[in-house]
């Protein structure tokens, strides 16, 4: 179950989250565990002991120090490890982001590393997961909350804390490392859907417990929902009620009401849910796009439970003929419009991307070449001196994005691979599903569905942090098979904008001399 484990050592963070700056620290173990949180036992990789891991929040402002120890020990799974703190922004800091192979080496058994950063400008719904192979689908992933005492959103809810934050992820019975590769790159499809840690299997105990949302009759519940799939998207729903979206991916949203929604994989809404139905348990739907579908004895569920309510699963039906979520409705609420010129390529930089994969091995390539990780990451390589794309590896697979300028991406493929982008958040000027373009008030976020084959998907960001910043598909089965590159953004200055520490220093030599995962390699 979600619990929070936040200490702050210079100054308590209010239940009502009074405006203070704060240094939030905590110590996260990650180690092996037998967890069944479906009703199917097995070994997983996990942040003191739990799945999903403890809730990590603050406030917009504060500093993070998050020591991460790595006491892996199961060698059927990769036992290096490193965490990427999903949609932070890392201004200053890009050694801190986590991605092994491009920010930093992995951290191996026995050795810990402290991600220290700051949130100076960032609130919203965000999460943490690793970032080495495909151990997050082990377990390794959890929410991360940064609230705003000024929420310009606060007055349309009552309730927003960690019994409102609800996490979406895929679960498989088999660990990672067997699953994939595999011959053709197949994609593994998933066992089961758990929300808040708990779910139920196809053909497995129909007792196994469903997580409860609880809630009070004539209350504003602010939900923070949270995919940290590897795979799936998501419809999410809940029966007889509807709800208000005023946040995507940490971008207070002008509000947008729908009876349900579809999230991609690492992608976050908020929304306002009124409790103003009759007493009684309600089912919360989350069917996924792959695996076993549907709601046949609480799969892919959970409950939203009114207080008085007897302890029983619910009868509810689901909405049909509702108002589904279009992306192109989003709006963002402060500063709206998209950099550049509000014409196709008016910006400094418009680059075509298109996203491929190689039938017959399995391989996703970006603009053809498929992403390869290099043995020294790419930072480390700037920071060495290289400093022009033709000298950093992996060749073909980084891109020089110069600094203080408009960028345009386009990202035509045919599938619709959930594209994220480290370091920003960006302005989708053409979304899946749509030809139009939408300069002045687009959807601001950093993940997004590139659509299907009659799509082609517009980002656009301005270049205003200096660092490698790694962008590729959150399906994590297609990220390992080549589905990435690295924009390697304002070179000249990466050195003087991202001073490192000699505890990032000592991580390559570390891992170079004792790395625990060559049997994968």
């Known amino acids: 179950m979600l619990n929070t484990a936040v200490v702050a050592t210079f100054a308590a963070l209010s239940l009502s989250h009074q405006a203070m700056s704060a240094v939030v620290s905590l110590n996260m173990n990650v180690a092996n565990a037998n967890l069944s949180p479906d009703g199917f036992s097995r070994s997983t990789v996990v942040v ?13 402002g504060d500093n993070f120090q998050l020591n991460v120890a790595d006491s892996l020990t199961d060698t059927s799974m990769h036992r290096a490890t490193s965490i990427h703190w999903h949609g932070i922004f890392q201004h200053g800091s890009n050694e801190m982001d986590g991605p092994a192979w491009v920010n930093q080496c992995p951290i191996i058994p026995g050795n810990s590393f402290l991600y220290n950063f700051n949130v100076p400008d960032q609130s919203g719904t965000y999460w943490y997961h690793s970032h080495v192979a495909d151990q997050y689908c082990d377990g390794l992933r959890g929410p991360l909350i940064l609230y705003d005492p000024n929420d310009p959103h606060a007055s349309l809810y009552d309730v927003d804390d960690a019994t409102t934050v609800i996490t979406l992820a895929d679960w498989y019975h088999s660990v990672s490392d067997s699953l994939f590769p595999n011959t053709g790159d197949a994609d593994p499809n998933p066992d089961s859907t758990t929300i808040n840690g708990l779910g139920r299997y196809s053909g497995g105990p129909t007792d196994s417990p469903l997580a409860v949302v609880n809630v009070t009759q004539g209350t504003r519940y602010r939900f923070r929902i949270v995919s940290t799939s590897c795979y799936p998207s998501y419809t999410f729903s809940i029966d007889g009620h509807n709800m208000t979206v005023i946040e995507a991916d940490g971008v207070e949203t002008q509000p947008v009401t729908v009876d349900s929604l579809t999230i991609f994989s690492a ?3 908020s929304v306002v849910v009124t409790a103003d139905q009759p007493v009684d348990n309600y089912w919360i739907r989350v069917d996924p796009s792959v695996g076993t579908t549907g709601f046949s004895g609480g799969l892919n569920s959970a409950i939203l439970r009114y207080a008085n309510a007897s302890a029983v699963d619910p009868t509810t039906s689901q909405t049909t003929n509702g108002v589904a979520l279009n992306e192109a409705n989003l709006h963002p609420l402060v500063n709206p419009g998209a950099p550049g010129s509000p014409v196709a390529g008016g910006v400094d930089l418009a680059l075509n991307l298109p996203i ?30 290289a400093t022009s794309p033709g000298a950093l590896l992996p060749a073909d697979s980084i891109y020089d994005l110069p600094g203080n300028s408009t960028i345009e991406i386009s990202l035509p493929g045919g599938f619709p691979h959930p594209i994220h982008l480290h370091g920003h958040n960006f302005d989708v000027v053409r979304v899946a599903g749509s030809s139009q373009y939408n300069y002045a008030n687009p959807v601001r976020r950093d993940v997004v569905s590139i659509g299907g084959a009659s799509d082609n998907v517009t980002i656009r960001f301005t270049t205003d942090n200096s660092g490698p910043w790694y962008m590729h598909c959150h399906i994590d089965w297609h990220l390992n098979a080549g589905l990435a590159i690295v924009f390697a953004e304002d070179v000249g200055n990466v050195k003087s904008a991202n001073p490192v520490s000699s505890t990032w220093s000592a991580l390559c030599p570390d891992y170079s001399s004792a790395d625990p995962d060559t049997a994968f390699e």
């Not at 003191?48 to 917009?60: A, E, H, V």
């Not at 190689?358 to 053809?368: D, S």
């Open 48 to 60: 003191n002991g739990q799945f999903p891991g403890p809730l990590i929040s603050g406030n917009i």
């Open 267 to 269: 992608q976050r809404y």
């Open 356 to 385: 491929g994969i190689n039938l017959t091995t399995g391989m996703h390539t970006v603009n053809g070449v498929s992403w390869v990780p290099p043995n020294v990451p790419v930072l480390l390589q700037i920071l060495s001196g």
